[in-house]
């Protein structure tokens, strides 16, 4: 059974960093992209970042570019979102997905965690 477990959320203020993990378990994602996606109440949910498979290479949100940093540890089986100079806008749950079933930056993967909140004070 293929699952993805978020961890790492919490509250914080605006301008601290946060380190999100997802840990896969059940099979490897390295020749597969992962990402995040996240979402507000009442919205869908929308792209963060995604890292392809064995190049590695990270595409990102325009509202997040230079702020946050994908990387994957394919020995670990893990996806990370280092999340820095956070604002009230980031508050939202994150999702770690994996396999994409077309488009990186669509929310169509086969794989999803359960969504861990972050929430950014003023």
């Known amino acids: 059974q293929v699952q993805l477990v978020e961890s790492g959320g919490g509250l914080v203020q605006v301008g601290d960093s946060l380190r999100l993990s997802c840990a896969a378990s059940g099979r490897t994602f390295a020749n597969n992209a992962m990402g995040w996606f996240r979402q507000t109440p009442g919205k869908e949910r929308e792209f963060v970042a995604s890292?392809?498979?064995?190049?590695?290479?990270?595409y990102y949100a325009d509202s997040v570019k230079g702020r946050f940093i994908i990387s994957r540890d394919n020995a670990k089986n893990m996806v990370f979102l280092q999340m820095n100079s956070l604002k009230v806008e980031d508050t939202a749950v994150y999702y770690c997905?994996?396999?994409?079933?077309?488009?990186?930056?669509?929310?169509?993967?086969?794989?999803w965690g359960q969504g861990t909140q972050v929430t950014v004070s003023s």
């Open positions: 890292i392809t498979g064995n190049s590695g290479s990270t």
């Open positions: 997905a994996a396999r994409p079933r077309g488009n990186l930056r669509t929310a169509d993967y086969d794989y």
